[in-house]
């Protein structure tokens, strides 16, 4: 199995920008499908922004031409460079991962931004954007 680790959350200000990282370890020698998905107070999570393992990604559109989602696998850290940042913006940002070649599933198709899809998580790094 494989563990999550997220950093780089803080405050800013709007118009400032944060870079979230979020390293794995473990059992790194699988493929992950990862994603980023945030969560405000007193609301549900929400999908910000996915990286399958052939490079594709995907966008919620209100970060996208803001946030960029990028991977190293060799480095085994996957990141979030957001800029722009608007006050709607704050929230707990927390990593996830999905084996692309998953032990009960099997092959997984990219899901996106499905949360059900994922089922290896981190613990979150708190944003919050000042007005």
């Known amino acids: 199995q494989v563990q999550l680790a997220e950093s780089g959350g803080g405050s800013v200000p709007a118009g400032g920008s944060l870079k979230l990282s979020c390293v794995w370890s473990g059992d790194t020698r699988k493929s992950y499908i990862m994603a980023w998905f945030r969560q405000p107070r007193n609301q549900e999570r929400e999908g910000v922004a996915a990286?399958?393992?052939?490079?594709?990604?995907v966008y919620t559109d209100s970060v996208k031409g803001r946030f960029t989602i990028d991977k190293d696998i060799y480095k085994h850290i996957l990141t979030l460079q957001m800029n722009n940042l608007k006050p709607e913006d704050t929230a707990t940002y927390y990593c996830a991962a999905v084996p692309k070649y998953h032990s009960t599933r099997g092959y997984v198709d990219f899901p996106g931004l499905t949360e059900s899809a994922y089922d290896i998580w981190g613990q979150g790094t708190q944003v919050t954007v000042s007005s």
């Open positions: 990286f399958d393992t052939d490079g594709a990604t």
